[in-house]
């Protein structure tokens, strides 16, 4: 099979293609309905099977021969543990910790919040709450209580699961105070938490609502898998929009299921019994497709590392555990690479190391910068395939089908649509431009399986923010082109979203926490050019008319406010004050022409602008403090 009738397969007989695809995955039910329309109208997969995604990533397998195969291995250089789990064991462990969930009443359809860091107890966390049914929404470990609160007021979990403390390269970080907090500000209340406790850290428990996990687990009944049909939920993943407000994307079983299944063969040429590692956090969209579900589904075993890819121990790290591993594919952030380049840039710490078993390297997250891409194929000397995605899709949407047919790669693209996405570029009303326009990319509906039938809670939310923008596409909020042979070129996003070190987040909800400090009249937060996290935001911030402050302590007092409300991860470390914002004549800020000065590529001034001197200010401001790249 070719790319081309694969991916022409699957645009002009959809129904057909992903039935086939069906086949590969075991049902309790068969869906008679490959494509149908939910009550809001949206194209839904498999909406009458009946299947359980945890029993396909465990128990088919333990049904079915893998029962001594590692499914999970864990490495976790912070801690100097190493362990590993066969099908079995992690089935068994999955069933216990499912058993102590539905002893405290969680059941098919209801929410589990996971605020954990990368151990096994949060793989076991989320197939556990699978099995049930249930609906899990893990928390990335390093946002702040104000961030899970928000999380745990939208998803309203009847049980959040935590762990005593996450570890950062050397720092240890208590997780439970954080969690207890983001309990005390959020109007829903879990009626239980379950904590895992770690040796770095013993946490406190609150009677009558906290439970220990290795206690629960001693005494813990089994529990089975429910059937679910294919459109019931399996998870919400929170992601960052334009505004303050996360959005919860909802995940559904089947399509899901059929879709990363489907993925590991196609995209990542994976066979059951192979080794897969993605070097990402289980609470990023990557952790939840590809350190968990993907590659169980297929029968791999899984690497869930607990590390850097530098200082745990070294920039040799990745190589260690590629060797130790017999990795078959690696999948990060070229942040990651950017970062062993930065500490290795020789390559010394690859040398001791085997990669033979290596076949390909996969990157997504952010852009693949052409050096960083040229740097990491000299280096390996293997294939470097970079592929683009989102939470909203949980897969890829441009990428390339290295195990079915390999296309040549071109340093700066992910390569073509993957087999479902019918990706167009438009222009501002929708129009379809030829090969070399820049627009906003959009894919023609329907979706493929796995992505976003709407927004937890909030089905406008989905509409407006996904649907109205060009009537009959799904917009990404990502621009770019096509070349003339099709691929697709990703320049970035169009709204006020930026990756930082491959963690997305919201421009806007920073905004909102700088505009909340008292000296401030306004604020505008845009990411800049980082040589080694890809983007850095920053924020340029008016004062009330007659404040006067010494501008350094403002800063840090900024800082200090965006860590402690978003966390650390938001890496906001620069604020500076401005004489004026440039803005349209209707008070808009002009937030694209301030990405455009930064970004130094020239930028033209609108006529809708109200005042223009604001522009050359900023510049020259920017410039001064090194953030206005050098095209
Ligand atoms: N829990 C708590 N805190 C966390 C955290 C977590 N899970 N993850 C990050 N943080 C903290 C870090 O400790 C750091 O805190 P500090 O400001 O006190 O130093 C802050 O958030 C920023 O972290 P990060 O942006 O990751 O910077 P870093 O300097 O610690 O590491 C890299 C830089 C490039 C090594 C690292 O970002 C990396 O490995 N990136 C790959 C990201 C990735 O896999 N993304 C998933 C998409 S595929
Ligand atoms: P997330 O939802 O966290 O996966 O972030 C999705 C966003 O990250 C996309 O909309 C893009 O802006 C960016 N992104 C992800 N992968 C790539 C890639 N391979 N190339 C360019 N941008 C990417």
Redesign the pocket.
């Known amino acids: 099979m070719s790319y081309q009738a694969e991916y022409k397969k699957s645009i002009e007989t959809p129904e057909l293609f992903w039935g086939e695809k069906a086949e590969d995955i075991h049902w309790f039910k068969k869906p008679q309905k490959i494509l149908s329309k939910d009550e809001n109208g949206i194209s839904r997969w498999f909406a009458d099977g009946e299947l359980n995604t945890a029993y396909l990533a465990l128990d088919f397998h333990v049904e079915n021969g893998r029962a001594e195969q590692d499914a999970l291995v864990f490495d976790s250089p912070v801690t100097d543990t190493k362990i590993r789990y066969t099908y079995k064991e992690l089935r068994d462990e999955v069933a216990k910790f499912a058993g102590i969930l539905k002893a405290q009443g969680v059941a098919k359809g209801d929410r589990v919040v996971i605020y954990m860091p990368m151990i096994p107890e949060a793989v076991i966390a989320m197939l556990g709450v699978a099995r049930l049914g249930a609906i899990h929404s893990v928390v990335f470990g390093g946002f702040a209580p104000q961030e899970l609160a928000v999380r745990i007021d939208d998803a309203e979990p009847k049980v959040v699961v935590t762990a005593s403390c996450g570890i950062e390269i050397k720092k240890v970080l208590p997780y439970k105070p954080l969690l207890d907090e983001a309990i005390e500000k959020s109007a829903h209340k879990p009626s239980s938490c379950i904590v895992f406790q770690r040796p770095q850290v013993t946490a406190e428990l609150i009677a009558d609502r906290d439970i220990d996990w290795a206690t629960a687990m001693k005494t813990a009944e089994p529990a089975d898998c429910v059937p679910v049909k294919g459109t019931d939920p399996l998870y919400i993943l929170y992601?960052s929009g334009t505004t303050g407000k996360p959005k919860g994307v909802v995940r559904d079983n089947g399509g899901h299921a059929v879709a990363l299944k489907y993925s590991m063969k196609s995209i990542y040429n994976m066979e059951a019994g192979e080794v897969f590692w993605a070097a990402s956090d289980v609470g990023?969209?990557?952790g939840h497709s590809y350190i968990v579900y993907a590659p169980l589904l297929a029968g791999c075993t899984t690497v869930v590392f607990e590390g850097k890819p530098i200082k745990t121990p070294d920039a040799g790290a990745f190589w260690r555990v590629c060797e130790e591993y017999k990795v078959k594919s690696l999948f990060a952030a070229p942040t990651a690479f950017r970062a062993i380049r930065k500490e290795d840039p020789d390559s010394e710490l690859l040398k001791p190391y085997d990669l033979s078993h290596l076949k390909a390297i996969f990157?997504?997250?952010?852009?693949?910068d052409p050096p960083t891409y040229t740097w990491t194929t000299e280096t390996l000397g293997k294939p470097v395939i970079?592929?683009?995605?989102?939470?909203?899709t949980g897969w890829a949407i441009c990428g390339n089908l290295t195990g079915v047919e390999m296309k040549e790669p071109k340093a700066g693209s992910?390569t073509l649509p993957m087999p479902g996405f019918n990706v167009q570029i438009v222009d501002s009303e929708g129009n379809e431009l030829p090969a070399g326009e820049q627009g906003n990319i959009a894919m023609k509906l329907p979706l493929p399986p796995s992505c976003l039938p709407t927004v937890w809670g909030d089905h406008e939310r989905f509409r407006t923010g996904y649907l109205a923008e060009f009537p009959g596409y799904y917009s990404?909020?990502?621009g770019g082109y096509k070349d003339d042979e099709g691929y697709v070129f990703?320049m970035?996003?169009t709204d006020d979203?930026i990756?930082v070190a491959g963690?997305?987040l919201s421009t806007g909800e920073m905004e909102e926490i700088v505009a909340s400090h008292p000296a401030v009249a306004e604020c505008c937060v845009i990411g800049v050019n980082d040589p080694l996290k890809g983007q850095q935001p920053i924020g340029l911030v008016l004062l009330k008319n007659g404040i006067e402050l010494d501008e350094k302590e403002l800063e840090t007092e900024l800082v200090a406010m965006v860590r402690k409300d978003i966390g650390a991860v938001a890496c906001f470390r620069k604020a500076m004050v401005v004489q004026r914002l440039p803005k349209t004549r209707s008070g808009k800020i002009l937030r694209k022409l301030l990405r455009q000065i930064a970004d130094g590529s020239g930028y033209s001034v609108p006529s809708t602008i109200d005042d223009p001197a604001s522009l050359p200010e900023i510049e020259e401001i920017l410039t001064n403090h090194g953030l206005v790249s050098s095209q």
């Open positions: 992601t990023w969209v990557v990157m997504a997250g952010e852009r693949l970079d592929h683009w995605w989102q939470t909203e992910s990404t909020g990502d990703i970035g996003r979203v990756n963690h997305r």
